[in-house]
């Protein structure tokens, strides 16, 4: 059986190996910025605040993705603490990053006076859309996969055979679970920019749009994981945080409207005068 499987090596520098992982991270969060800066100056916000709050939001987010995996896979990290600084061995978490994110958001608005709920509303479709392209990081490094299955339950999926074969992993086929949430993710990123477009979200519910479609099928697919953080026993840790954001978001969405009848529709609320949620 001949099996085309990549190397998790792009190409190295000076003896230093350059990852497709970090590749496709990068060139992802890249392509964000530059959609969500053109949308923000659309909607009112100065030319240079997406990237002003990156420069700082970005590395406090792969602080908080870090943490985040390591805080639930603790032990390896007390035997031998120095692996927490070898982030080139994986293990970054994104409900971490996106967290840290959302803290540094707050403060990040509070300084420039910006509506957070319009920034959130700007940011979440091009952080759904860098998510997704985001998981063919996981799978040049063969990671993110679900459980045992076999090569004609891949060829039913009408799968590239590059994808099928790097789906053998540990002597075995594998649920490809990356692609599974990358097209969930693309999905979302398509629905979220229709409705926008369509002008029938009120200020903040883009990004509630987001946590709800994105949490829900975080669930379900983190639940096939074969490499997932766990709470206690079967239980993990992702699927209890998505139900958290999933329900969370539900209601903030229908207490808003019950309760703030006058919001305004998110391309009418410029982004100023108001810092706070």
Known sequence: MFLTVVDRVAFEVFGVAIYWYAIIIVSAVVLAMWLASREAVRVGLGPDDVTDFMLVG????????????ILFDLKPYLEDPIQIFNVR????????GLIAAVIWLYFFCRKKKINMWTFLDIAAPTVILAQGIGRWGNFMNHEAYGPVTDLTFLEKLHLPSFIIDNMYIDDAYRQPTFLYESVWNVIGFLILIILRKRKIFKQGEVFLAYVIWYSFG????????????YLFGPIRVSQVLSLILFFGGLVILFYRRKTEPQLPRYDRSHGTNECLL
């Not at 970005?58 to 995996?69: E, K, N, V």
């Not at 061995?89 to 971490?96: E, N, R, V």
């Not at 975080?218 to 953080?229: C, K, N, T, V």
């Open 218 to 229: 975080r669930f379900w697919i983190e639940g096939l994981r074969e490499d997932s953080l």
């Open 58 to 69: 970005l590395p406090l987010a792969l602080i908080g993705a870090r943490l985040y995996f």
């Open 89 to 96: 061995s994986g293990g970054l978490a994104i409900y971490g």
